[in-house]
């Protein structure tokens, strides 16, 4: 069972930049898709970047232009680069993986996640 860590989290002023960092204790040539999500207080976690192991990456519309999911299998990592930093991006930010292949139109859906890790907040406010 691959266990997800995250870190990078922190309070940045509006407009700032941010990238987080997820490091898987397993592989992850056997993960199909890696994803970011994120759940503010009082809302349902939502994705917001994934990144299958052939490349296809999909984002939020919310977080389109802004955020930019990679991932180095050879180092087991994953990462979000999130630029143009807004108060309403504060919230507990999540990794996640899928083993196995999803149909695109779901790519972005939480329940399409086999598990996820323990998170690290990430605050946005002057």
């Known amino acids: 069972q691959v266990q997800l860590v995250e870190s990078g989290g922190g309070l940045v002023q509006p407009g700032g930049s941010l990238t987080l960092s997820c490091a898987a204790s397993?592989?992850?040539?056997?993960?199909?898709?890696m994803g970011w999500g994120r759940q503010a207080p009082g809302e349902h976690r939502r994705t917001v970047a994934s990144m299958t192991s052939d490349g296809v990456t999909y984002v939020a519309d919310s977080v389109k232009g802004r955020f930019t999911i990679s991932r180095d299998n050879a180092k087991n990592m994953v990462y979000l680069e999130m630029n143009s930093l807004k108060p309403e991006d504060t919230a507990i930010y999540y990794c996640?993986?899928?083993?196995?292949?999803?149909?695109?139109?779901?790519?972005?859906?939480?329940?399409?996640?086999?598990?996820w890790g323990q998170g690290t907040q990430v605050t946005v406010s002057s």
């Open positions: 397993g592989s992850l040539s056997s993960i199909y898709a």
């Open positions: 996640a993986k899928r083993v196995y292949r999803f149909e695109p139109v779901t790519a972005l859906l939480v329940s399409e996640y086999d598990s």
